[in-house]
């Protein structure tokens, strides 16, 4: 029970439920931008160096606060692979928002945010076509998203 006492000693006593429920927050890659490549043609071709920014939308109901993303593992023919913050994060230097140190960001319901920036280079005798990234998204509650994004190899 729950007590509560005020300065004359009078004192009343409730009890207090907390219901715990999962995250209403739900995390999707929604898009992949193209934002340099080497050539400046607009399109990642074998041999080239790119960067993709990968943007996140939450589909659910509630904030899904304190984000930060992790490639999981790069495909076959990528190489060089590294993810930097993507232009949307802020770097928390307290425990504001579960960030401690860290680059992350709050996604408010229907918000889509630039979550992670990508570079890459595609070897030189990759064949054309799409290829699957992964992608792991989690708040600072500790709930965890999968995401996969696709990254289109032209001649």
Known sequence: PFALEDGAGNTWQDEILVE????????????????????????????EMAKVA???????KSTAV????????????????SAT??????????????CLYEYCVDILPS???????VFF?????ASVGEYK?????QDGHGNTWLGQFLVEVVQ
């Not at 990234?133 to 998204?137: G, I, V």
Request: proline content about 2%; aromatic content about 10%.
């Open 20 to 47: 715990v429920v999962q995250t209403g927050a739900n995390l999707a890659v929604d898009h992949v931008e193209l934002l340099e490549d080497e050539d400046g043609n607009d399109s990642v071709n074998p041999g």
């Open 54 to 60: 990968v943007f996140v939308k939450n589909t659910g």
């Open 66 to 81: 304190g984000v930060r993303a992790e490639l999981e593992e790069e495909p076959v023919d990528f190489y060089y692979v």
């Open 85 to 98: 913050r993507g232009d949307d994060l802020t770097y928390r230097g307290s425990y504001h928002n579960y």
């Open 111 to 117: 918000e889509t945010v630039d979550l992670v920036h």
């Open 121 to 125: 280079t595609v070897g030189q005798d």
């Open 133 to 137: 990234f992964e992608l792991t998204m």
